[in-house]
């Protein structure tokens, strides 16, 4: 049960695209499609941005996507906006039903 | 509107015990996966443990199995989290939160927990 490995931060400017990884192992991301990232601004509870690796919830803009590729996900933020600004985190099912967390990423917009 | 709203947080003594709710609407509460995650102050977010809509099915982090139980009352559209023998690094807000397809799609806004040593 050992965390899914993210940057600490990231960064762009309005308008830039910016994409934050998620790297696990071969039991949890590598083994399932089901890689999911929430958005959590502070003193917030977190939102479900992906799902399923590259699904969008309703009301999600599709500026945000997902990708996964082995071991590690991906989030991309496209046309990057000020209330993007956010922590990320990415989560995987790790089997029997257990999930794991990665450590979340602080995403700055400059 | 789908609310979750998790109580029974506070200021306990390491080694204590406490008892959270969380209270669901605007779902069929029985026919759900449920889940607590946590946050400790500053730090990511951690999964706790998972329970299946009839009871049978309980998961947990490591870290808590043997101290945390999760259980439920379908009755009462209620989730609970038993927590013994705390420590300082059970110190957190914890979530509950409804988990379909492993992801955690609605979520309370969190019930504080302070171990002190």
């Known amino acids: 049960q050992s965390a899914l490995t993210q940057p600490p931060s990231a960064s762009g400017s309005p308008g830039q695209s910016v994409a934050i990884s998620c790297t696990g192992t071969s039991s949890d991301v590598g083994a399932y499609n089901f890689v999911s990232w929430y958005q959590q601004h502070p003193g917030k509870a977190p939102k479900l941005m992906i799902y399923?690796?590259?699904k969008r919830p309703s009301g999600v803009p599709d500026r945000f996507s997902g990708s996964k590729s082995g071991n590690t996900a991906s989030l991309t933020v496209s046309g990057l906006q000020a209330e993007d600004e956010a922590d990320y985190y990415c989560?995987?099912?790790?089997?029997?039903?257990?999930?794991?967390f990665g450590g979340g990423t602080k995403l700055t917009v400059l | 509107e789908v609310q979750l709203v998790e109580s029974g947080g506070g200021l306990v003594q390491s080694g204590g015990s406490l008892r959270l709710s969380c209270t669901v609407s605007?779902?069929?509460?029985?026919?759900?996966?449920m889940s607590w995650v946590r946050q400790a102050p500053g730090k990511g977010l951690e999964w706790v443990a998972n329970?299946?809509?009839?009871?049978?099915?309980?998961n947990y982090v490591d870290s808590v199995k043997g101290r945390f139980t999760i259980s439920r009352d379908n009755t009462k559209n209620s989730l609970f989290l038993q927590m013994t023998s705390l420590r300082a690094e059970d110190t957190a807000v914890y979530y509950c939160?409804?988990?379909?397809?492993?992801?955690?799609?609605?979520w309370g806004q969190g019930t504080l927990v302070t171990v002190s040593s």
């Open positions: 989560t995987s099912h790790a089997g029997s039903d257990n999930m794991v």
């Open positions: 399923e690796v590259t």
């Open positions: 939160a409804r988990i379909t397809a492993f992801r955690f799609d609605y």
């Open positions: 329970i299946n809509p009839d009871s049978v099915k309980k």
């Open positions: 605007g779902l069929t509460f029985s026919d759900e996966w």
